[in-house]
């Protein structure tokens, strides 16, 4: 989906996706000491300003323009900073290393570049740093079909399956990793059952 398709997604004065953080975000962070953290493809803001209310250092970007201006007004409402930058992860400026954490929730790149861009946003990740992951899987179609309202991409590439994800992040020790339905109430478009890829690893020291 282009950049187009989400400015539009997010030019409504509603948030496409609500303003709550994703529930599998919310449990993953409270388990861990907070840090910096990066939110790739984070959209309007809801996962990244939770995150700043629990006193991460947060960093997110996104290809929407539109995406950033709700982010910034609902860190705003809630009294907080976030950073946040438009563009695709090679044009921006982060750092080796730079974080404790990272938070793929949803992030749905196209099937031909999402393990490049895995490996390269992963680089950013601090050896013994943690990345939470939580996206639709293959097997969602199947849910998309009998309920549209459930939301995800309908191209079978860009959803995840297990294998990819252990493939993907091979130098991390999986804390958590299984495909598990999961019913969605975020905003308008994840409403409804769905199967999602789950994902918690921590980056290995030894590499």
């Not at 609500?18 to 939110?39: R, S, V, W």
């Not at 007004?73 to 009294?79: E, G, I, S, T, V």
């Not at 293959?138 to 459930?150: G, I, Q, R, T």
């Not at 994902?199 to 590499?207: A, L, P, S, T």
Request: hydrophobic share 35%; charged share 30%.
């Amino acid at each position: 989906m282009t950049k187009d398709f989400w400015n539009e997604r997010y030019s409504d004065s509603e948030f496409a996706y609500g303003e709550d953080a994703n529930n599998f975000l919310k449990e993953q962070l409270e388990k861990l000491p907070t840090g910096n953290i990066l939110f790739p493809a984070d959209g309007e803001g809801r996962n990244s300003v939770f995150a700043a209310t629990k006193n991460w250092k947060v960093s997110a970007f996104d290809i929407s323009e539109a995406g950033k201006k709700k982010a910034l007004q609902l860190a705003d409402k809630n009294n907080v900073e976030i950073d946040y930058q438009v563009g695709e992860i090679s044009d921006l400026d982060y750092k080796t290393e730079q974080f404790d954490a990272i938070a793929l929730i949803y992030a749905h790149f196209p099937g031909n570049i999402k393990s490049s861009c895995h490996k390269e946003i992963e680089k950013y990740l601090r050896k013994g740093g943690v990345i939470i992951f939580e996206a639709f899987s293959k097997k969602h179609l199947e849910y998309n079909s009998k309920n549209p309202a459930v939301g995800g991409p309908k191209d079978l590439d860009t959803l995840f399956s297990v294998e990819e994800i252990k493939a993907d992040f091979s130098n991390y020790e999986i804390i958590e990793l299984s495909e598990t339905e999961v019913e969605l109430n975020e905003g308008k478009f994840h409403v409804g059952l769905g199967s999602v890829i789950r994902f918690v690893g921590r980056k290995k020291y030894d590499i």
